[in-house]
């Protein structure tokens, strides 16, 4: 049986003493930790004035700022207008080799119409025009060596109804001067008028005789009209015909 000294007893009590102390400072909350250390205890919030709290939420609006309506457009569909009578007067078709450009400018057709007030349907997708080639690698016995091409073109078509036709070209010199690359466009137009429509264009003709009268003046054939009446009595007078062979006669 060990008997342990009372300086052995003081040693094992002081390690305990201190493995206690360890594990209770570990489990402590770290709340407690800034009641211990006056230095780190939280301050209590400032009270500011209501005017600077309103000067701050403004200064928050003013950089939280909301992009113009016409920019938010660009990430939705293009706007439309309704046709009231449905009258189609222009379809306009898109041919491009590649999906992404023709339904690009599709999409920036409809946006050009829209700001033009022109009601518009589309874009409707045309059946593909599919075009295959079969050409020869090389020539005599090497014939059987071949290689195939196709090429596929993508169609949209877009229509305009109930359109003034001054506006229809407006817009489609827009889309023609604002072009993007690799589309071709084609596009028929049709123009209504009404009833007795041959009386005004007679009286349109008359006004562009009137106004192409003066200009007809500067060409050389209205200057030289009686260039032939002169050469027919030159020819017919007595000194040419004691000079010719033959006499003239008249046809």
């Known amino acids: 049986m060990l008997i342990s000294q009372p300086w052995q007893r003081s040693v094992v009590t002081r390690i305990s003493i201190l493995a206690t102390t360890f594990s209770t400072s570990r489990l402590r909350p770290q709340a407690d930790a800034h009641f211990d250390n006056p230095s780190i205890l939280p301050t209590p919030p400032s009270q500011e004035a209501p005017e600077d709290i309103q000067a701050q939420q403004a200064g928050q609006d003013s950089l939280d700022l909301r992009l113009p309506r016409s920019v938010q457009a660009i990430y939705l569909r293009p706007l439309k207008r309704q046709a009231k009578y449905g009258v189609p007067t222009c379809d306009l078709q898109l041919r491009s080799y590649s999906v ?64 003034h036709p001054e506006i229809v070209e407006i817009w489609l010199a827009f889309l023609r001067k604002h072009a993007y690359y690799g589309i071709g466009m084609k596009a028929n137009v049709w123009e209504h008028e009404k009833l007795g429509v041959g009386k005004t264009m007679d009286v349109s003709l008359e006004n562009v005789k009137q106004v192409l009268e003066p200009k007809w003046v500067h060409f050389g054939r209205k200057k030289n009209m009686g260039t032939g009446e002169k050469i027919m009595d030159l020819m017919g007078s007595e000194r040419f015909r004691q000079t010719s062979d033959a006499p003239l006669s008249e046809v």
């Not at 400018?105 to 033009?116: E, I, K, N, P």
């Open 100 to 163: 992404r450009n023709v339904e690009f400018f599709a999409d920036f057709a409809l946006r050009a119409a829209y700001y033009l007030n022109l009601p518009a349907a589309g874009p409707i997708p045309l059946p593909r025009i599919t075009e295959r080639w079969t050409v020869p690698r090389s020539n005599f016995i090497h014939k059987k060596s071949q290689e195939n091409f196709e090429r596929i073109t993508l169609r949209r078509l877009i229509q305009i109804q109930d359109g």
